[in-house]
């Protein structure tokens, strides 16, 4: 019977999964979003997003409640209060890097580089859960990585994963491996009769306090910096990331201000202090920072299109929240690598998109595959065993 749950939920997973990558880059492209300047910084869609995401968890929770349940199983304990508390830290985290990407990228280019932590989940399976390590399952892990790397990072058109990509590629890696195990952690330690709705809507409690803090002081930091007033800017970067990334009018604002010289635009001199913070409004809009830009301009913007695309992305993250801490009874290694099929389904899916997708992409997919079929080709021997909660 646990393998008929764990199919279930790990089909729904990864619809919701591919959903996600698919919701989130359409909602960073202007030809979805009315064909206007996409306006909305990643820290703004996070907010959203997880605001989303609380209202779907919230509204499951008092579904549970009008049906009877205690409201004492809502409060998971301390324990597991900690590692929801990081969990929901490094998640904010995550977030902003997967709204980031998807302005740069098509999700079938960066998708399979972020799950390379698969790779060290039976080692922390094993020394936090004493979960045993399987043949098959190393067997499938070794053909899902290749097939994952078999492309390299230069496969798109034109562009290659620049060096900030890769510094998120790194970062995400890191905070999806930390949930993998730490939502293990949260589900055995957490108090009898708690569910996974309880723990979904503390979670994004605790991510709204951070997204919204962030927002509030990097905005903060980069006024007191002066980050968006730079005194020069090298031309290649300053045509990329600023004159594409804002109107026509705010760009003929910016080059009255801003003169080609020597290979840089310079700021010119004597300017006044309206005229720096109109500049600085201007800039703020753009990738010129492109940390402080993570987390710059209004929670209410003036376009609303990617705010429907992420709120979209909110429920099917709500979903896959769910799904996650229904499966942490078991150790994460049995059953993450298997919510990542749909790695293989996305060039192709990227491809009715019209995008660019190389012989390699499709080649790693069909190796992903069979590593993820090879992974739980043993299950008539294998029974999955739940991992020993703390309080019983």
Known sequence: ????????????????????????????????????????????????????????????????????????????????????????????IENIGFFYLPRFYSPHVYAPFINIYLAFLPFFGKILFNAPIRKEHWIGIAL?????????YKVTAGAALDTEALVWILIINACLLSQQVLNNKTVQTAL????PNALVVWREIWKMLFISSALFIFPLIAEITQAHIPDSVDEARFKKEVLAKVTEADAAFLLKYYSLSGGEYKLAQNITPEEREMIKEVNSKTDLHRFYSLFEG???????????????????????????????????????????????????????????????QIIGAVVVTLGLIIGVSDYKRNKVVEIEKKFK
């Open 192 to 195: 009898p009769n708690v569910g």
């Open 144 to 152: 899902v990585i290749i097939g994952i790397s078999v492309s390299r």
């Open 1 to 92: 019977m646990e393998w008929l749950v764990l199919i279930l939920w790990l089909s729904i997973i990864n619809g919701a999964l591919g959903g996600q990558y698919i919701l989130n880059w359409m909602g960073n492209q202007p030809r979805f979003v009315g064909d206007k300047l996409i306006g909305v910084s990643p820290g703004v869609m996070t907010w959203w997003r997880e605001l989303s995401k609380l209202t779907w968890a919230v509204i499951a929770v008092i579904t549970e409640l009008i049906r009877g349940k205690k409201v004492k199983y809502l409060w998971p304990g301390g324990l597991s209060m900690v590692t929801i508390i990081i969990c929901a830290f490094t998640g904010v």
């Open 298 to 360: 209004s929670i209410l913007p003036k376009n609303w299109w990617p705010i429907l695309f992420v709120v979209a992305a909110g429920l099917t993250g709500y979903i896959y929240s769910f799904g996650f801490f229904k499966l942490s009874k078991f150790a994460a290694h049995f059953w993450v690598p298997y919510t990542n099929i749909y790695l293989a389904l996305l060039p192709f899916v990227m491809l009715l998109f019209g995008e660019n997708v190389t012989i390699p």
